[in-house]
């Protein structure tokens, strides 16, 4: 084993390496190859350190990197040494696919040289291609996307990476500057050794990833680039439906439709981005999961669209309790959604509603400028209208279903003492144009803001200290404003509550949020810190956010250890104790838990995950959706999981969790295996069952009503990825779904608060009944695209939905996946083009 050498983040980031990028004379055929006269005339950069498995230690296979550049194009050449040529894992797929077994290239510039951002492009051996954006030091976004080109090569001394990135995709400033310093970093992946090398070395232990950068000098007399960019589309699209009601006059055998639009990008100075779209095409070409949801607040989808993609990165402002999660300040799926007044349940007739809000158009600037990151964005949706048919007179009529909408949202950050420490604020606003009675329900206006802070302190920045504070306020018709005060999560109409008070004549509703936490964030083993979160019940931000429980104080602790450098049969391993507990504002103790969990890579290539939690006995202010607090029972849940090792054709894994409440018959677990074969580079083939099984004792069913529910959800994901060459892939994804519940056992809540099970209900009459569930959902596509130039595409999608649902309460596998093949099946066909225009 080659010797390991420890660094702290001091002494990385004083000895920084340095590469010169040297000007390029004569021209570079991108090929892959590396054989012009000019690439061996430039200086190298060698000597990578493995970030993992061992870190510290050289890298198990020498790496060259050289660099060129002329007036429009910075040029990147990388030779990957390997003795063992026939063992480099080259696996085909989509570009910026994640995932794949393969090898990896990366070059990572801070073009701003602010150790705080960073635009990385990155190459497998068989040229497929991932660009990523850093930012904010530690964090990513995988959906950013540039235009750029590059060429491998595999031979018998390794292989080969050949870049040539546009001045114009990068940030940076000319002004005043006769030789510019960006910070820069290269990367390597061994896939069968599991090793990940760079050339400034970055120490797994320390907080950081761009401030870890080496440098680049020498860029000299560079013209300030060009930054402008068209990209028009057009897209048609074929649906068939099938026949639901003879008499229905909205169905046609063939719906069709054809769109067109174009998405601008200009550079405002050398830092600031402005985008701008007309008649957008936010259709996506992926389907979103199917899910059965009976409880109180929604499902949250991730954003697909390009636009909203496009520098998510400055607007994000999550306020989650801590990591993950999915509350935000600001959530772009609001913008263009269902309708939500939608006629989808009318029984007076037929109606043909809108599935989507049309976005009229939408604009945005962000970008950097010194220390200051700034986001600017405005859409507006059109008003919507349903067509009704009336069953009786057949007249058809216009009924509105979602108002004219303007959103706006406005984001400012500023960075100190090198991004180690920064503030930032949001706001957000929405307003909607509501002139009908019928959608006085809906918000007239609504606000978000924001203040966000982190700071960096200590030996070599490993402490953190960061917070957020928010506020909320919303106004429109007192209808409206009774809708937000009985939504779950604020539930102001409870008996019990004596600090919140259901006013059914306000107009108005303001809130507030906030979060601090303090914790060890790098340096070392050990990871430790303290978090607390309160929230107001008047606190509301769904309008343009995505918000779930307000009316809360969450505090807790956590400790950790992580291992970087292999011992004994583990290469590394991570493991961690929580305790939190929360309470309403009114003091209702509603959450107190304690967890161990932990994770682990063996030197095998197999690696696990598991862990357990205790949930204590507390008092659920929404499990009676209104009604009084009702006390809950001790719960324990657990989960874990086994991955393979991926360097095999067949490899996969298997995860499961559960839990089992204390005090009743109630429990849940699911299994969800996944296998994946991969015959050949461009081919794999992935099928993931899921099976689960849910007795819950108390069910909520209506107003003061509770059943047991027995409830079994089986489905099948199945993927086919078919990589013709890094430009030309096919995707194939089908997800047949059952989930079937039965309800018995119908009870009626007596004693709210009392100690034993038992005593909190009462059975309901013995002819009371509760109808079952079985809900079936068949959901595929097909998606062929082809990147037939930089950064223009063609895509053929074929997409087809099944479902139905009966008050059946039983599952039985044959009966109920052969009822959902023999459900009627809507179609969709589209053709969609973009092309880009650029330099």
Do not use: C
């Amino acid at each position: 084993m080659a010797a390991v050498v420890s660094l702290s983040a001091q002494e990385v980031t004083e000895t920084r390496r340095v590469i010169e990028a040297v000007p390029l004379e004569g021209e570079i055929v991108l090929d892959g190859r590396l054989d012009e006269a000019a690439w061996e005339a430039a200086p190298v950069a060698t000597g990578f350190v493995q970030s993992a498995p061992n870190p510290g230690a050289a890298a198990s296979e020498r790496t060259e990197v050289r660099v060129l550049y002329d007036d429009r194009n910075l040029y990147v050449g990388m030779r990957m040494y390997d003795v063992h040529p026939d063992s480099i894992a080259a696996q085909l797929g989509r570009r910026d696919a994640t995932g794949l077994y393969s090898d990896w290239a990366h070059v990572a510039i801070d073009s701003y040289h602010d150790r705080q951002t960073a635009f990385r492009f990155s190459v497998n051996p068989r040229g497929v291609m991932r660009d990523v954006l850093h930012f904010d030091d530690r964090s990513e976004d995988g959906s950013w996307n540039a235009v750029w080109e590059v060429a491998t090569s595999i031979d018998a001394e390794g292989w080969t990476a050949e870049y040539r990135i546009p001045f114009s995709q990068l940030r940076f400033s000319t002004d005043g500057v006769r030789e510019l310093v960006w910070g820069i970093n290269f990367g390597r992946d061994i896939a069968r050794r599991q090793e990940r090398a760079a050339w400034n070395p970055m120490p797994p232990d320390i907080a950081g990833f761009v401030s870890l950068f080496g440098e680049m000098h020498g860029l000299r007399a560079i013209p300030a680039p060009r930054r402008l960019e068209l990209s028009p589309y057009a897209a048609t699209r074929l649906t068939r439906a099938p026949l639901t009601h003879e008499t229905d006059p909205f169905w046609r055998a063939n719906d069709t439709g054809l769109d067109a639009g174009v998405d601008l990008m200009y550079g405002l100075g050398p830092q600031l981005t402005l985008s701008a779209t007309i008649n957008p095409d936010f259709g996506q070409v992926e389907v979103d999961p199917a899910v059965v949801n009976l409880g109180v607040f929604p499902t949250f989808f991730p954003e697909r669209r390009p636009f909203f993609l496009e520098g998510a990165d400055i607007f994000r402002f999550g306020i989650n309790v801590g990591d993950g999660g999915s509350e935000t300040l600001f959530y772009t799926r609001r913008i263009g959604r269902e309708p939500q007044r939608g006629m989808s349940n009318y029984s007076g007739g037929f109606a043909d509603s809108p599935p989507t809000t049309r976005i009229l158009g939408a604009a945005k600037l962000s970008g950097q400028t010194g220390p200051w990151s700034l986001g600017l964005m405005h859409a507006v949706t059109r008003a919507e209208f349903a067509t009704v048919a009336d069953t009786v007179s057949g007249e058809h009529r216009q009924v509105p279903v979602e108002p004219l909408g303007n959103y706006s949202v406005s984001r400012v950050i500023r960075s100190f003492r090198n991004g180690q420490s920064r503030i930032g604020s949001m706001l957000t606003a929405t307003h909607r144009s509501i002139d009908e009675d019928r959608l006085r329900v809906l918000p007239e206006a609504a606000y978000g803001w924001g203040t966000d802070v982190r700071h960096r302190f200590g030996s070599d920045n490993n402490f953190e200290l960061s917070g957020w504070f928010a506020g909320s306020h919303v106004r429109g018709d007192s209808l409206a404003l009774q809708r937000l005060q009985v939504a779950p999560g604020r539930y102001f109409q409870r008996p019990d509550a004596e600090h919140l008070e259901y006013e059914p004549l306000r107009n108005s509703l303001t809130g507030w949020a906030t979060n601090l936490h303090l914790g060890r964030v790098g340096g070392g083993n050990w990871r430790y810190g303290w978090i607390g979160d309160a929230r107001s019940a008047g606190f509301e931000v769904n309008d343009l956010g995505f918000q779930q429980a307000g009316d809360r104080v969450i505090t807790g602790v956590y400790v950790g250890r992580i291992q970087f450098q292999p011992i004994g049969p583990f290469r590394s391993f991570a493991i961690f104790n929580n305790t939190f507990a929360g309470w309403s504002l009114g003091g209702e103790r509603v959450h107190s838990a304690f967890n161990l969990n932990g994770n682990a890579e063996l030197k095998n290539n197999w690696s696990g995950w598991g862990g357990f939690e205790h949930q204590l006995a507390a008092l659920s202010t929404t499990q009676l959706r209104g009604g009084p607090a009702i006390r809950t029972q001790p719960r324990t849940n657990f989960w874990g999981g086994l991955n393979t090792d991926r360097r095999h054709a067949i490899y996969g894994n298997v995860g499961f969790d559960g839990s089992v409440e204390h005090g009743t018959e109630g429990h849940r677990y699911s299994l969800n295996p996944t296998l994946n074969y991969r015959p050949a580079p461009h081919l794999q083939l992935s099928l993931g069952p899921s099976y689960s099984r849910n007795v819950n004792a108390w069910q909520w069913a209506g107003p003061g009503t509770f059943a047991r529910l027995d409830q079994t959800t089986v489905s099948m994901n199945t993927r086919l990825n078919v990589t013709f060459t890094p430009t030309m892939t096919l995707e194939l994804f089908a997800q047949p779904f059952v989930s079937a519940g039965d309800y018995s056992e119908i009870k009626e809540v007596a004693d709210p608060r009392a100690a034993r099970f038992e005593d909190r209900f009462t059975p309901s009459p013995e002819d009371a009944a509760i109808p079952g569930f079985n809900v079936r959902s068949l959901r595929g596509n097909a998606v062929l695209r082809w990147e037939y130039r930089p950064g223009s595409a063609l895509f053929v999608v074929w997409q087809q939905q099944r479902q139905g649902q009966e008050a059946l309460g039983d599952f039985q596998l044959d009966r109920d996946f052969g009822a959902l093949f023999r459900e009627p099946a809507t179609n969709v066909l589209m053709l969609k083009a973009t092309y880009w225009f650029g330099g």
